[in-house]
């Protein structure tokens, strides 16, 4: 086992089907890897990803991505954080799309 592998970052090639909406009803781009499993701590760079969508696009292409892989402490350091972020989802609370609408939110939420 070399110092790279539980220090350093070692990068890959690998492919991602990307999917991009921007509409009325959702704006958000999804990037789903095809060749390659990522993990803790991995970053993922992807390449040739349009960046100027016009309102009301909505397309899905496949784009090269390099892949940053952690190291085993950069891992384990990552690993040990997700679990106190998590926490901070407990506060977090959610209120029905209809609700909200009809004017029905409830004073906690305001």
């Not at 690998?14 to 009325?24: A, C, F, L, P, W």
């Amino acid at each position: 086992m070399s110092w790279n592998h539980i220090l350093g970052r070692e990068t890959e090639q690998g492919t991602v089907d990307v999917e991009i909406e921007k509409t009325q009803d959702s704006f958000h781009v999804y990037a789903i890897p095809t060749s390659f499993e990522v993990r803790e701590g991995d970053q993922v760079l992807l390449h040739d990803v349009p960046t100027d969508i016009d309102f009301g696009a909505q397309f899905s292409l496949q784009c090269r991505a390099t892949i940053s892989r952690a190291g085993l402490l950069e891992r384990a350091w990552t690993r040990l954080a997700g679990l106190f972020e998590l926490t901070e989802l407990y506060e977090v609370g959610f209120q029905p799309k209809d609700d909200i609408e009809n004017g029905m939110v409830s004073r906690t939420a305001r």
